[in-house]
T-cell receptor, first 113, second 114 residues
């Protein structure tokens, strides 16, 4: 049982490049989400999904796309990277239900130059 | 919109002493949950404690306890007998039973001094 896995752990992009951050979970969780963490701002919700085929926007969705074709995977796509997207990105998953514990991946540190 | 506010960016405490981290939130909903997460230097997010809004009794987990004041929309975390391993950033978080969105505060960096 690997929990929530994220790849890559580190990435450097040039402005305008695109890339996909991968997230996978093996706990059969319905709910998956992406956050970015910036100094002094806590974790901010980018996109989330309550099940395969269903996604919705969080607090800061601009510049990011997601899809959920399977229960296990929830990739985050940066369409055209900007320096403002330099951040640490976390993927999380949980069972549906507000009180369920969210399990977090180890994070991806992304730098856009 | 729901918001979570942690007004103490940094705090420090001597080993073995008690420290309280503050958190306030704003919501018009009645059904929600509150959490405290710990993020050590390893960056891993670890659930510390959880509180259901409909329960009046304050949650406790070993050395960690909360003071949940629903009317005041306050949710503080008390760490007793602080240990060096408690050094971390602590995040207060709110989740609505309706939306399922987890909203975090800005975080409080806690340093436990020997």
């Amino acid at each position: 049982n690997a929990g929530v896995t994220q790849t890559p752990k580190f990435q450097v992009l040039k402005t305008g490049q695109s890339m996909t951050l991968q997230c996978a979970q093996d706990m059969n969780h319905e709910y998956m989400s992406w956050y970015r963490q910036d100094p002094g701002m806590g974790l901010r919700l980018i996109h989330y999904s309550v099940g395969a085929g269903i996604t919705d926007q969080g607090e800061v969705p601009n510049g990011y796309n997601v899809s959920r074709s399977t229960t296990e995977d929830f990739p985050l796509r940066l369409l055209s990277a900007a320096p403002s997207q330099t951040s640490v990105y976390f993927c999380a998953s949980s069972h549906r239900g507000g009180g369920s514990e969210q399990y977090f991946g180890p994070g991806t540190r992304l730098t856009v130059t | 919109a729901q918001t979570v506010t942690q007004s103490q960016p940094e705090m420090s405490v001597q080993e073995a002493e008690t420290v309280t981290l503050s958190c306030t939130y704003d919501t018009s909903e009645n059904n929600y949950y509150l959490f405290w997460y710990k993020q050590p230097p390893s960056r891993q997010m670890i659930l510390v404690i959880r509180q259901e809004a409909y329960k009046q009794q304050n949650a406790t987990e070993n050395r960690f306890s909360v003071n949940f004041q629903k009317a005041a929309k306050s949710f503080s975390l008390k760490i007793s007998d602080s240990q060096l391993g408690d050094t971390a950033m602590y995040f207060c978080a709110f989740i609505s039973s309706n939306t399922g969105k987890l909203i975090f505060g800005q975080g409080t960096t806690l340093q436990v001094k020997p």
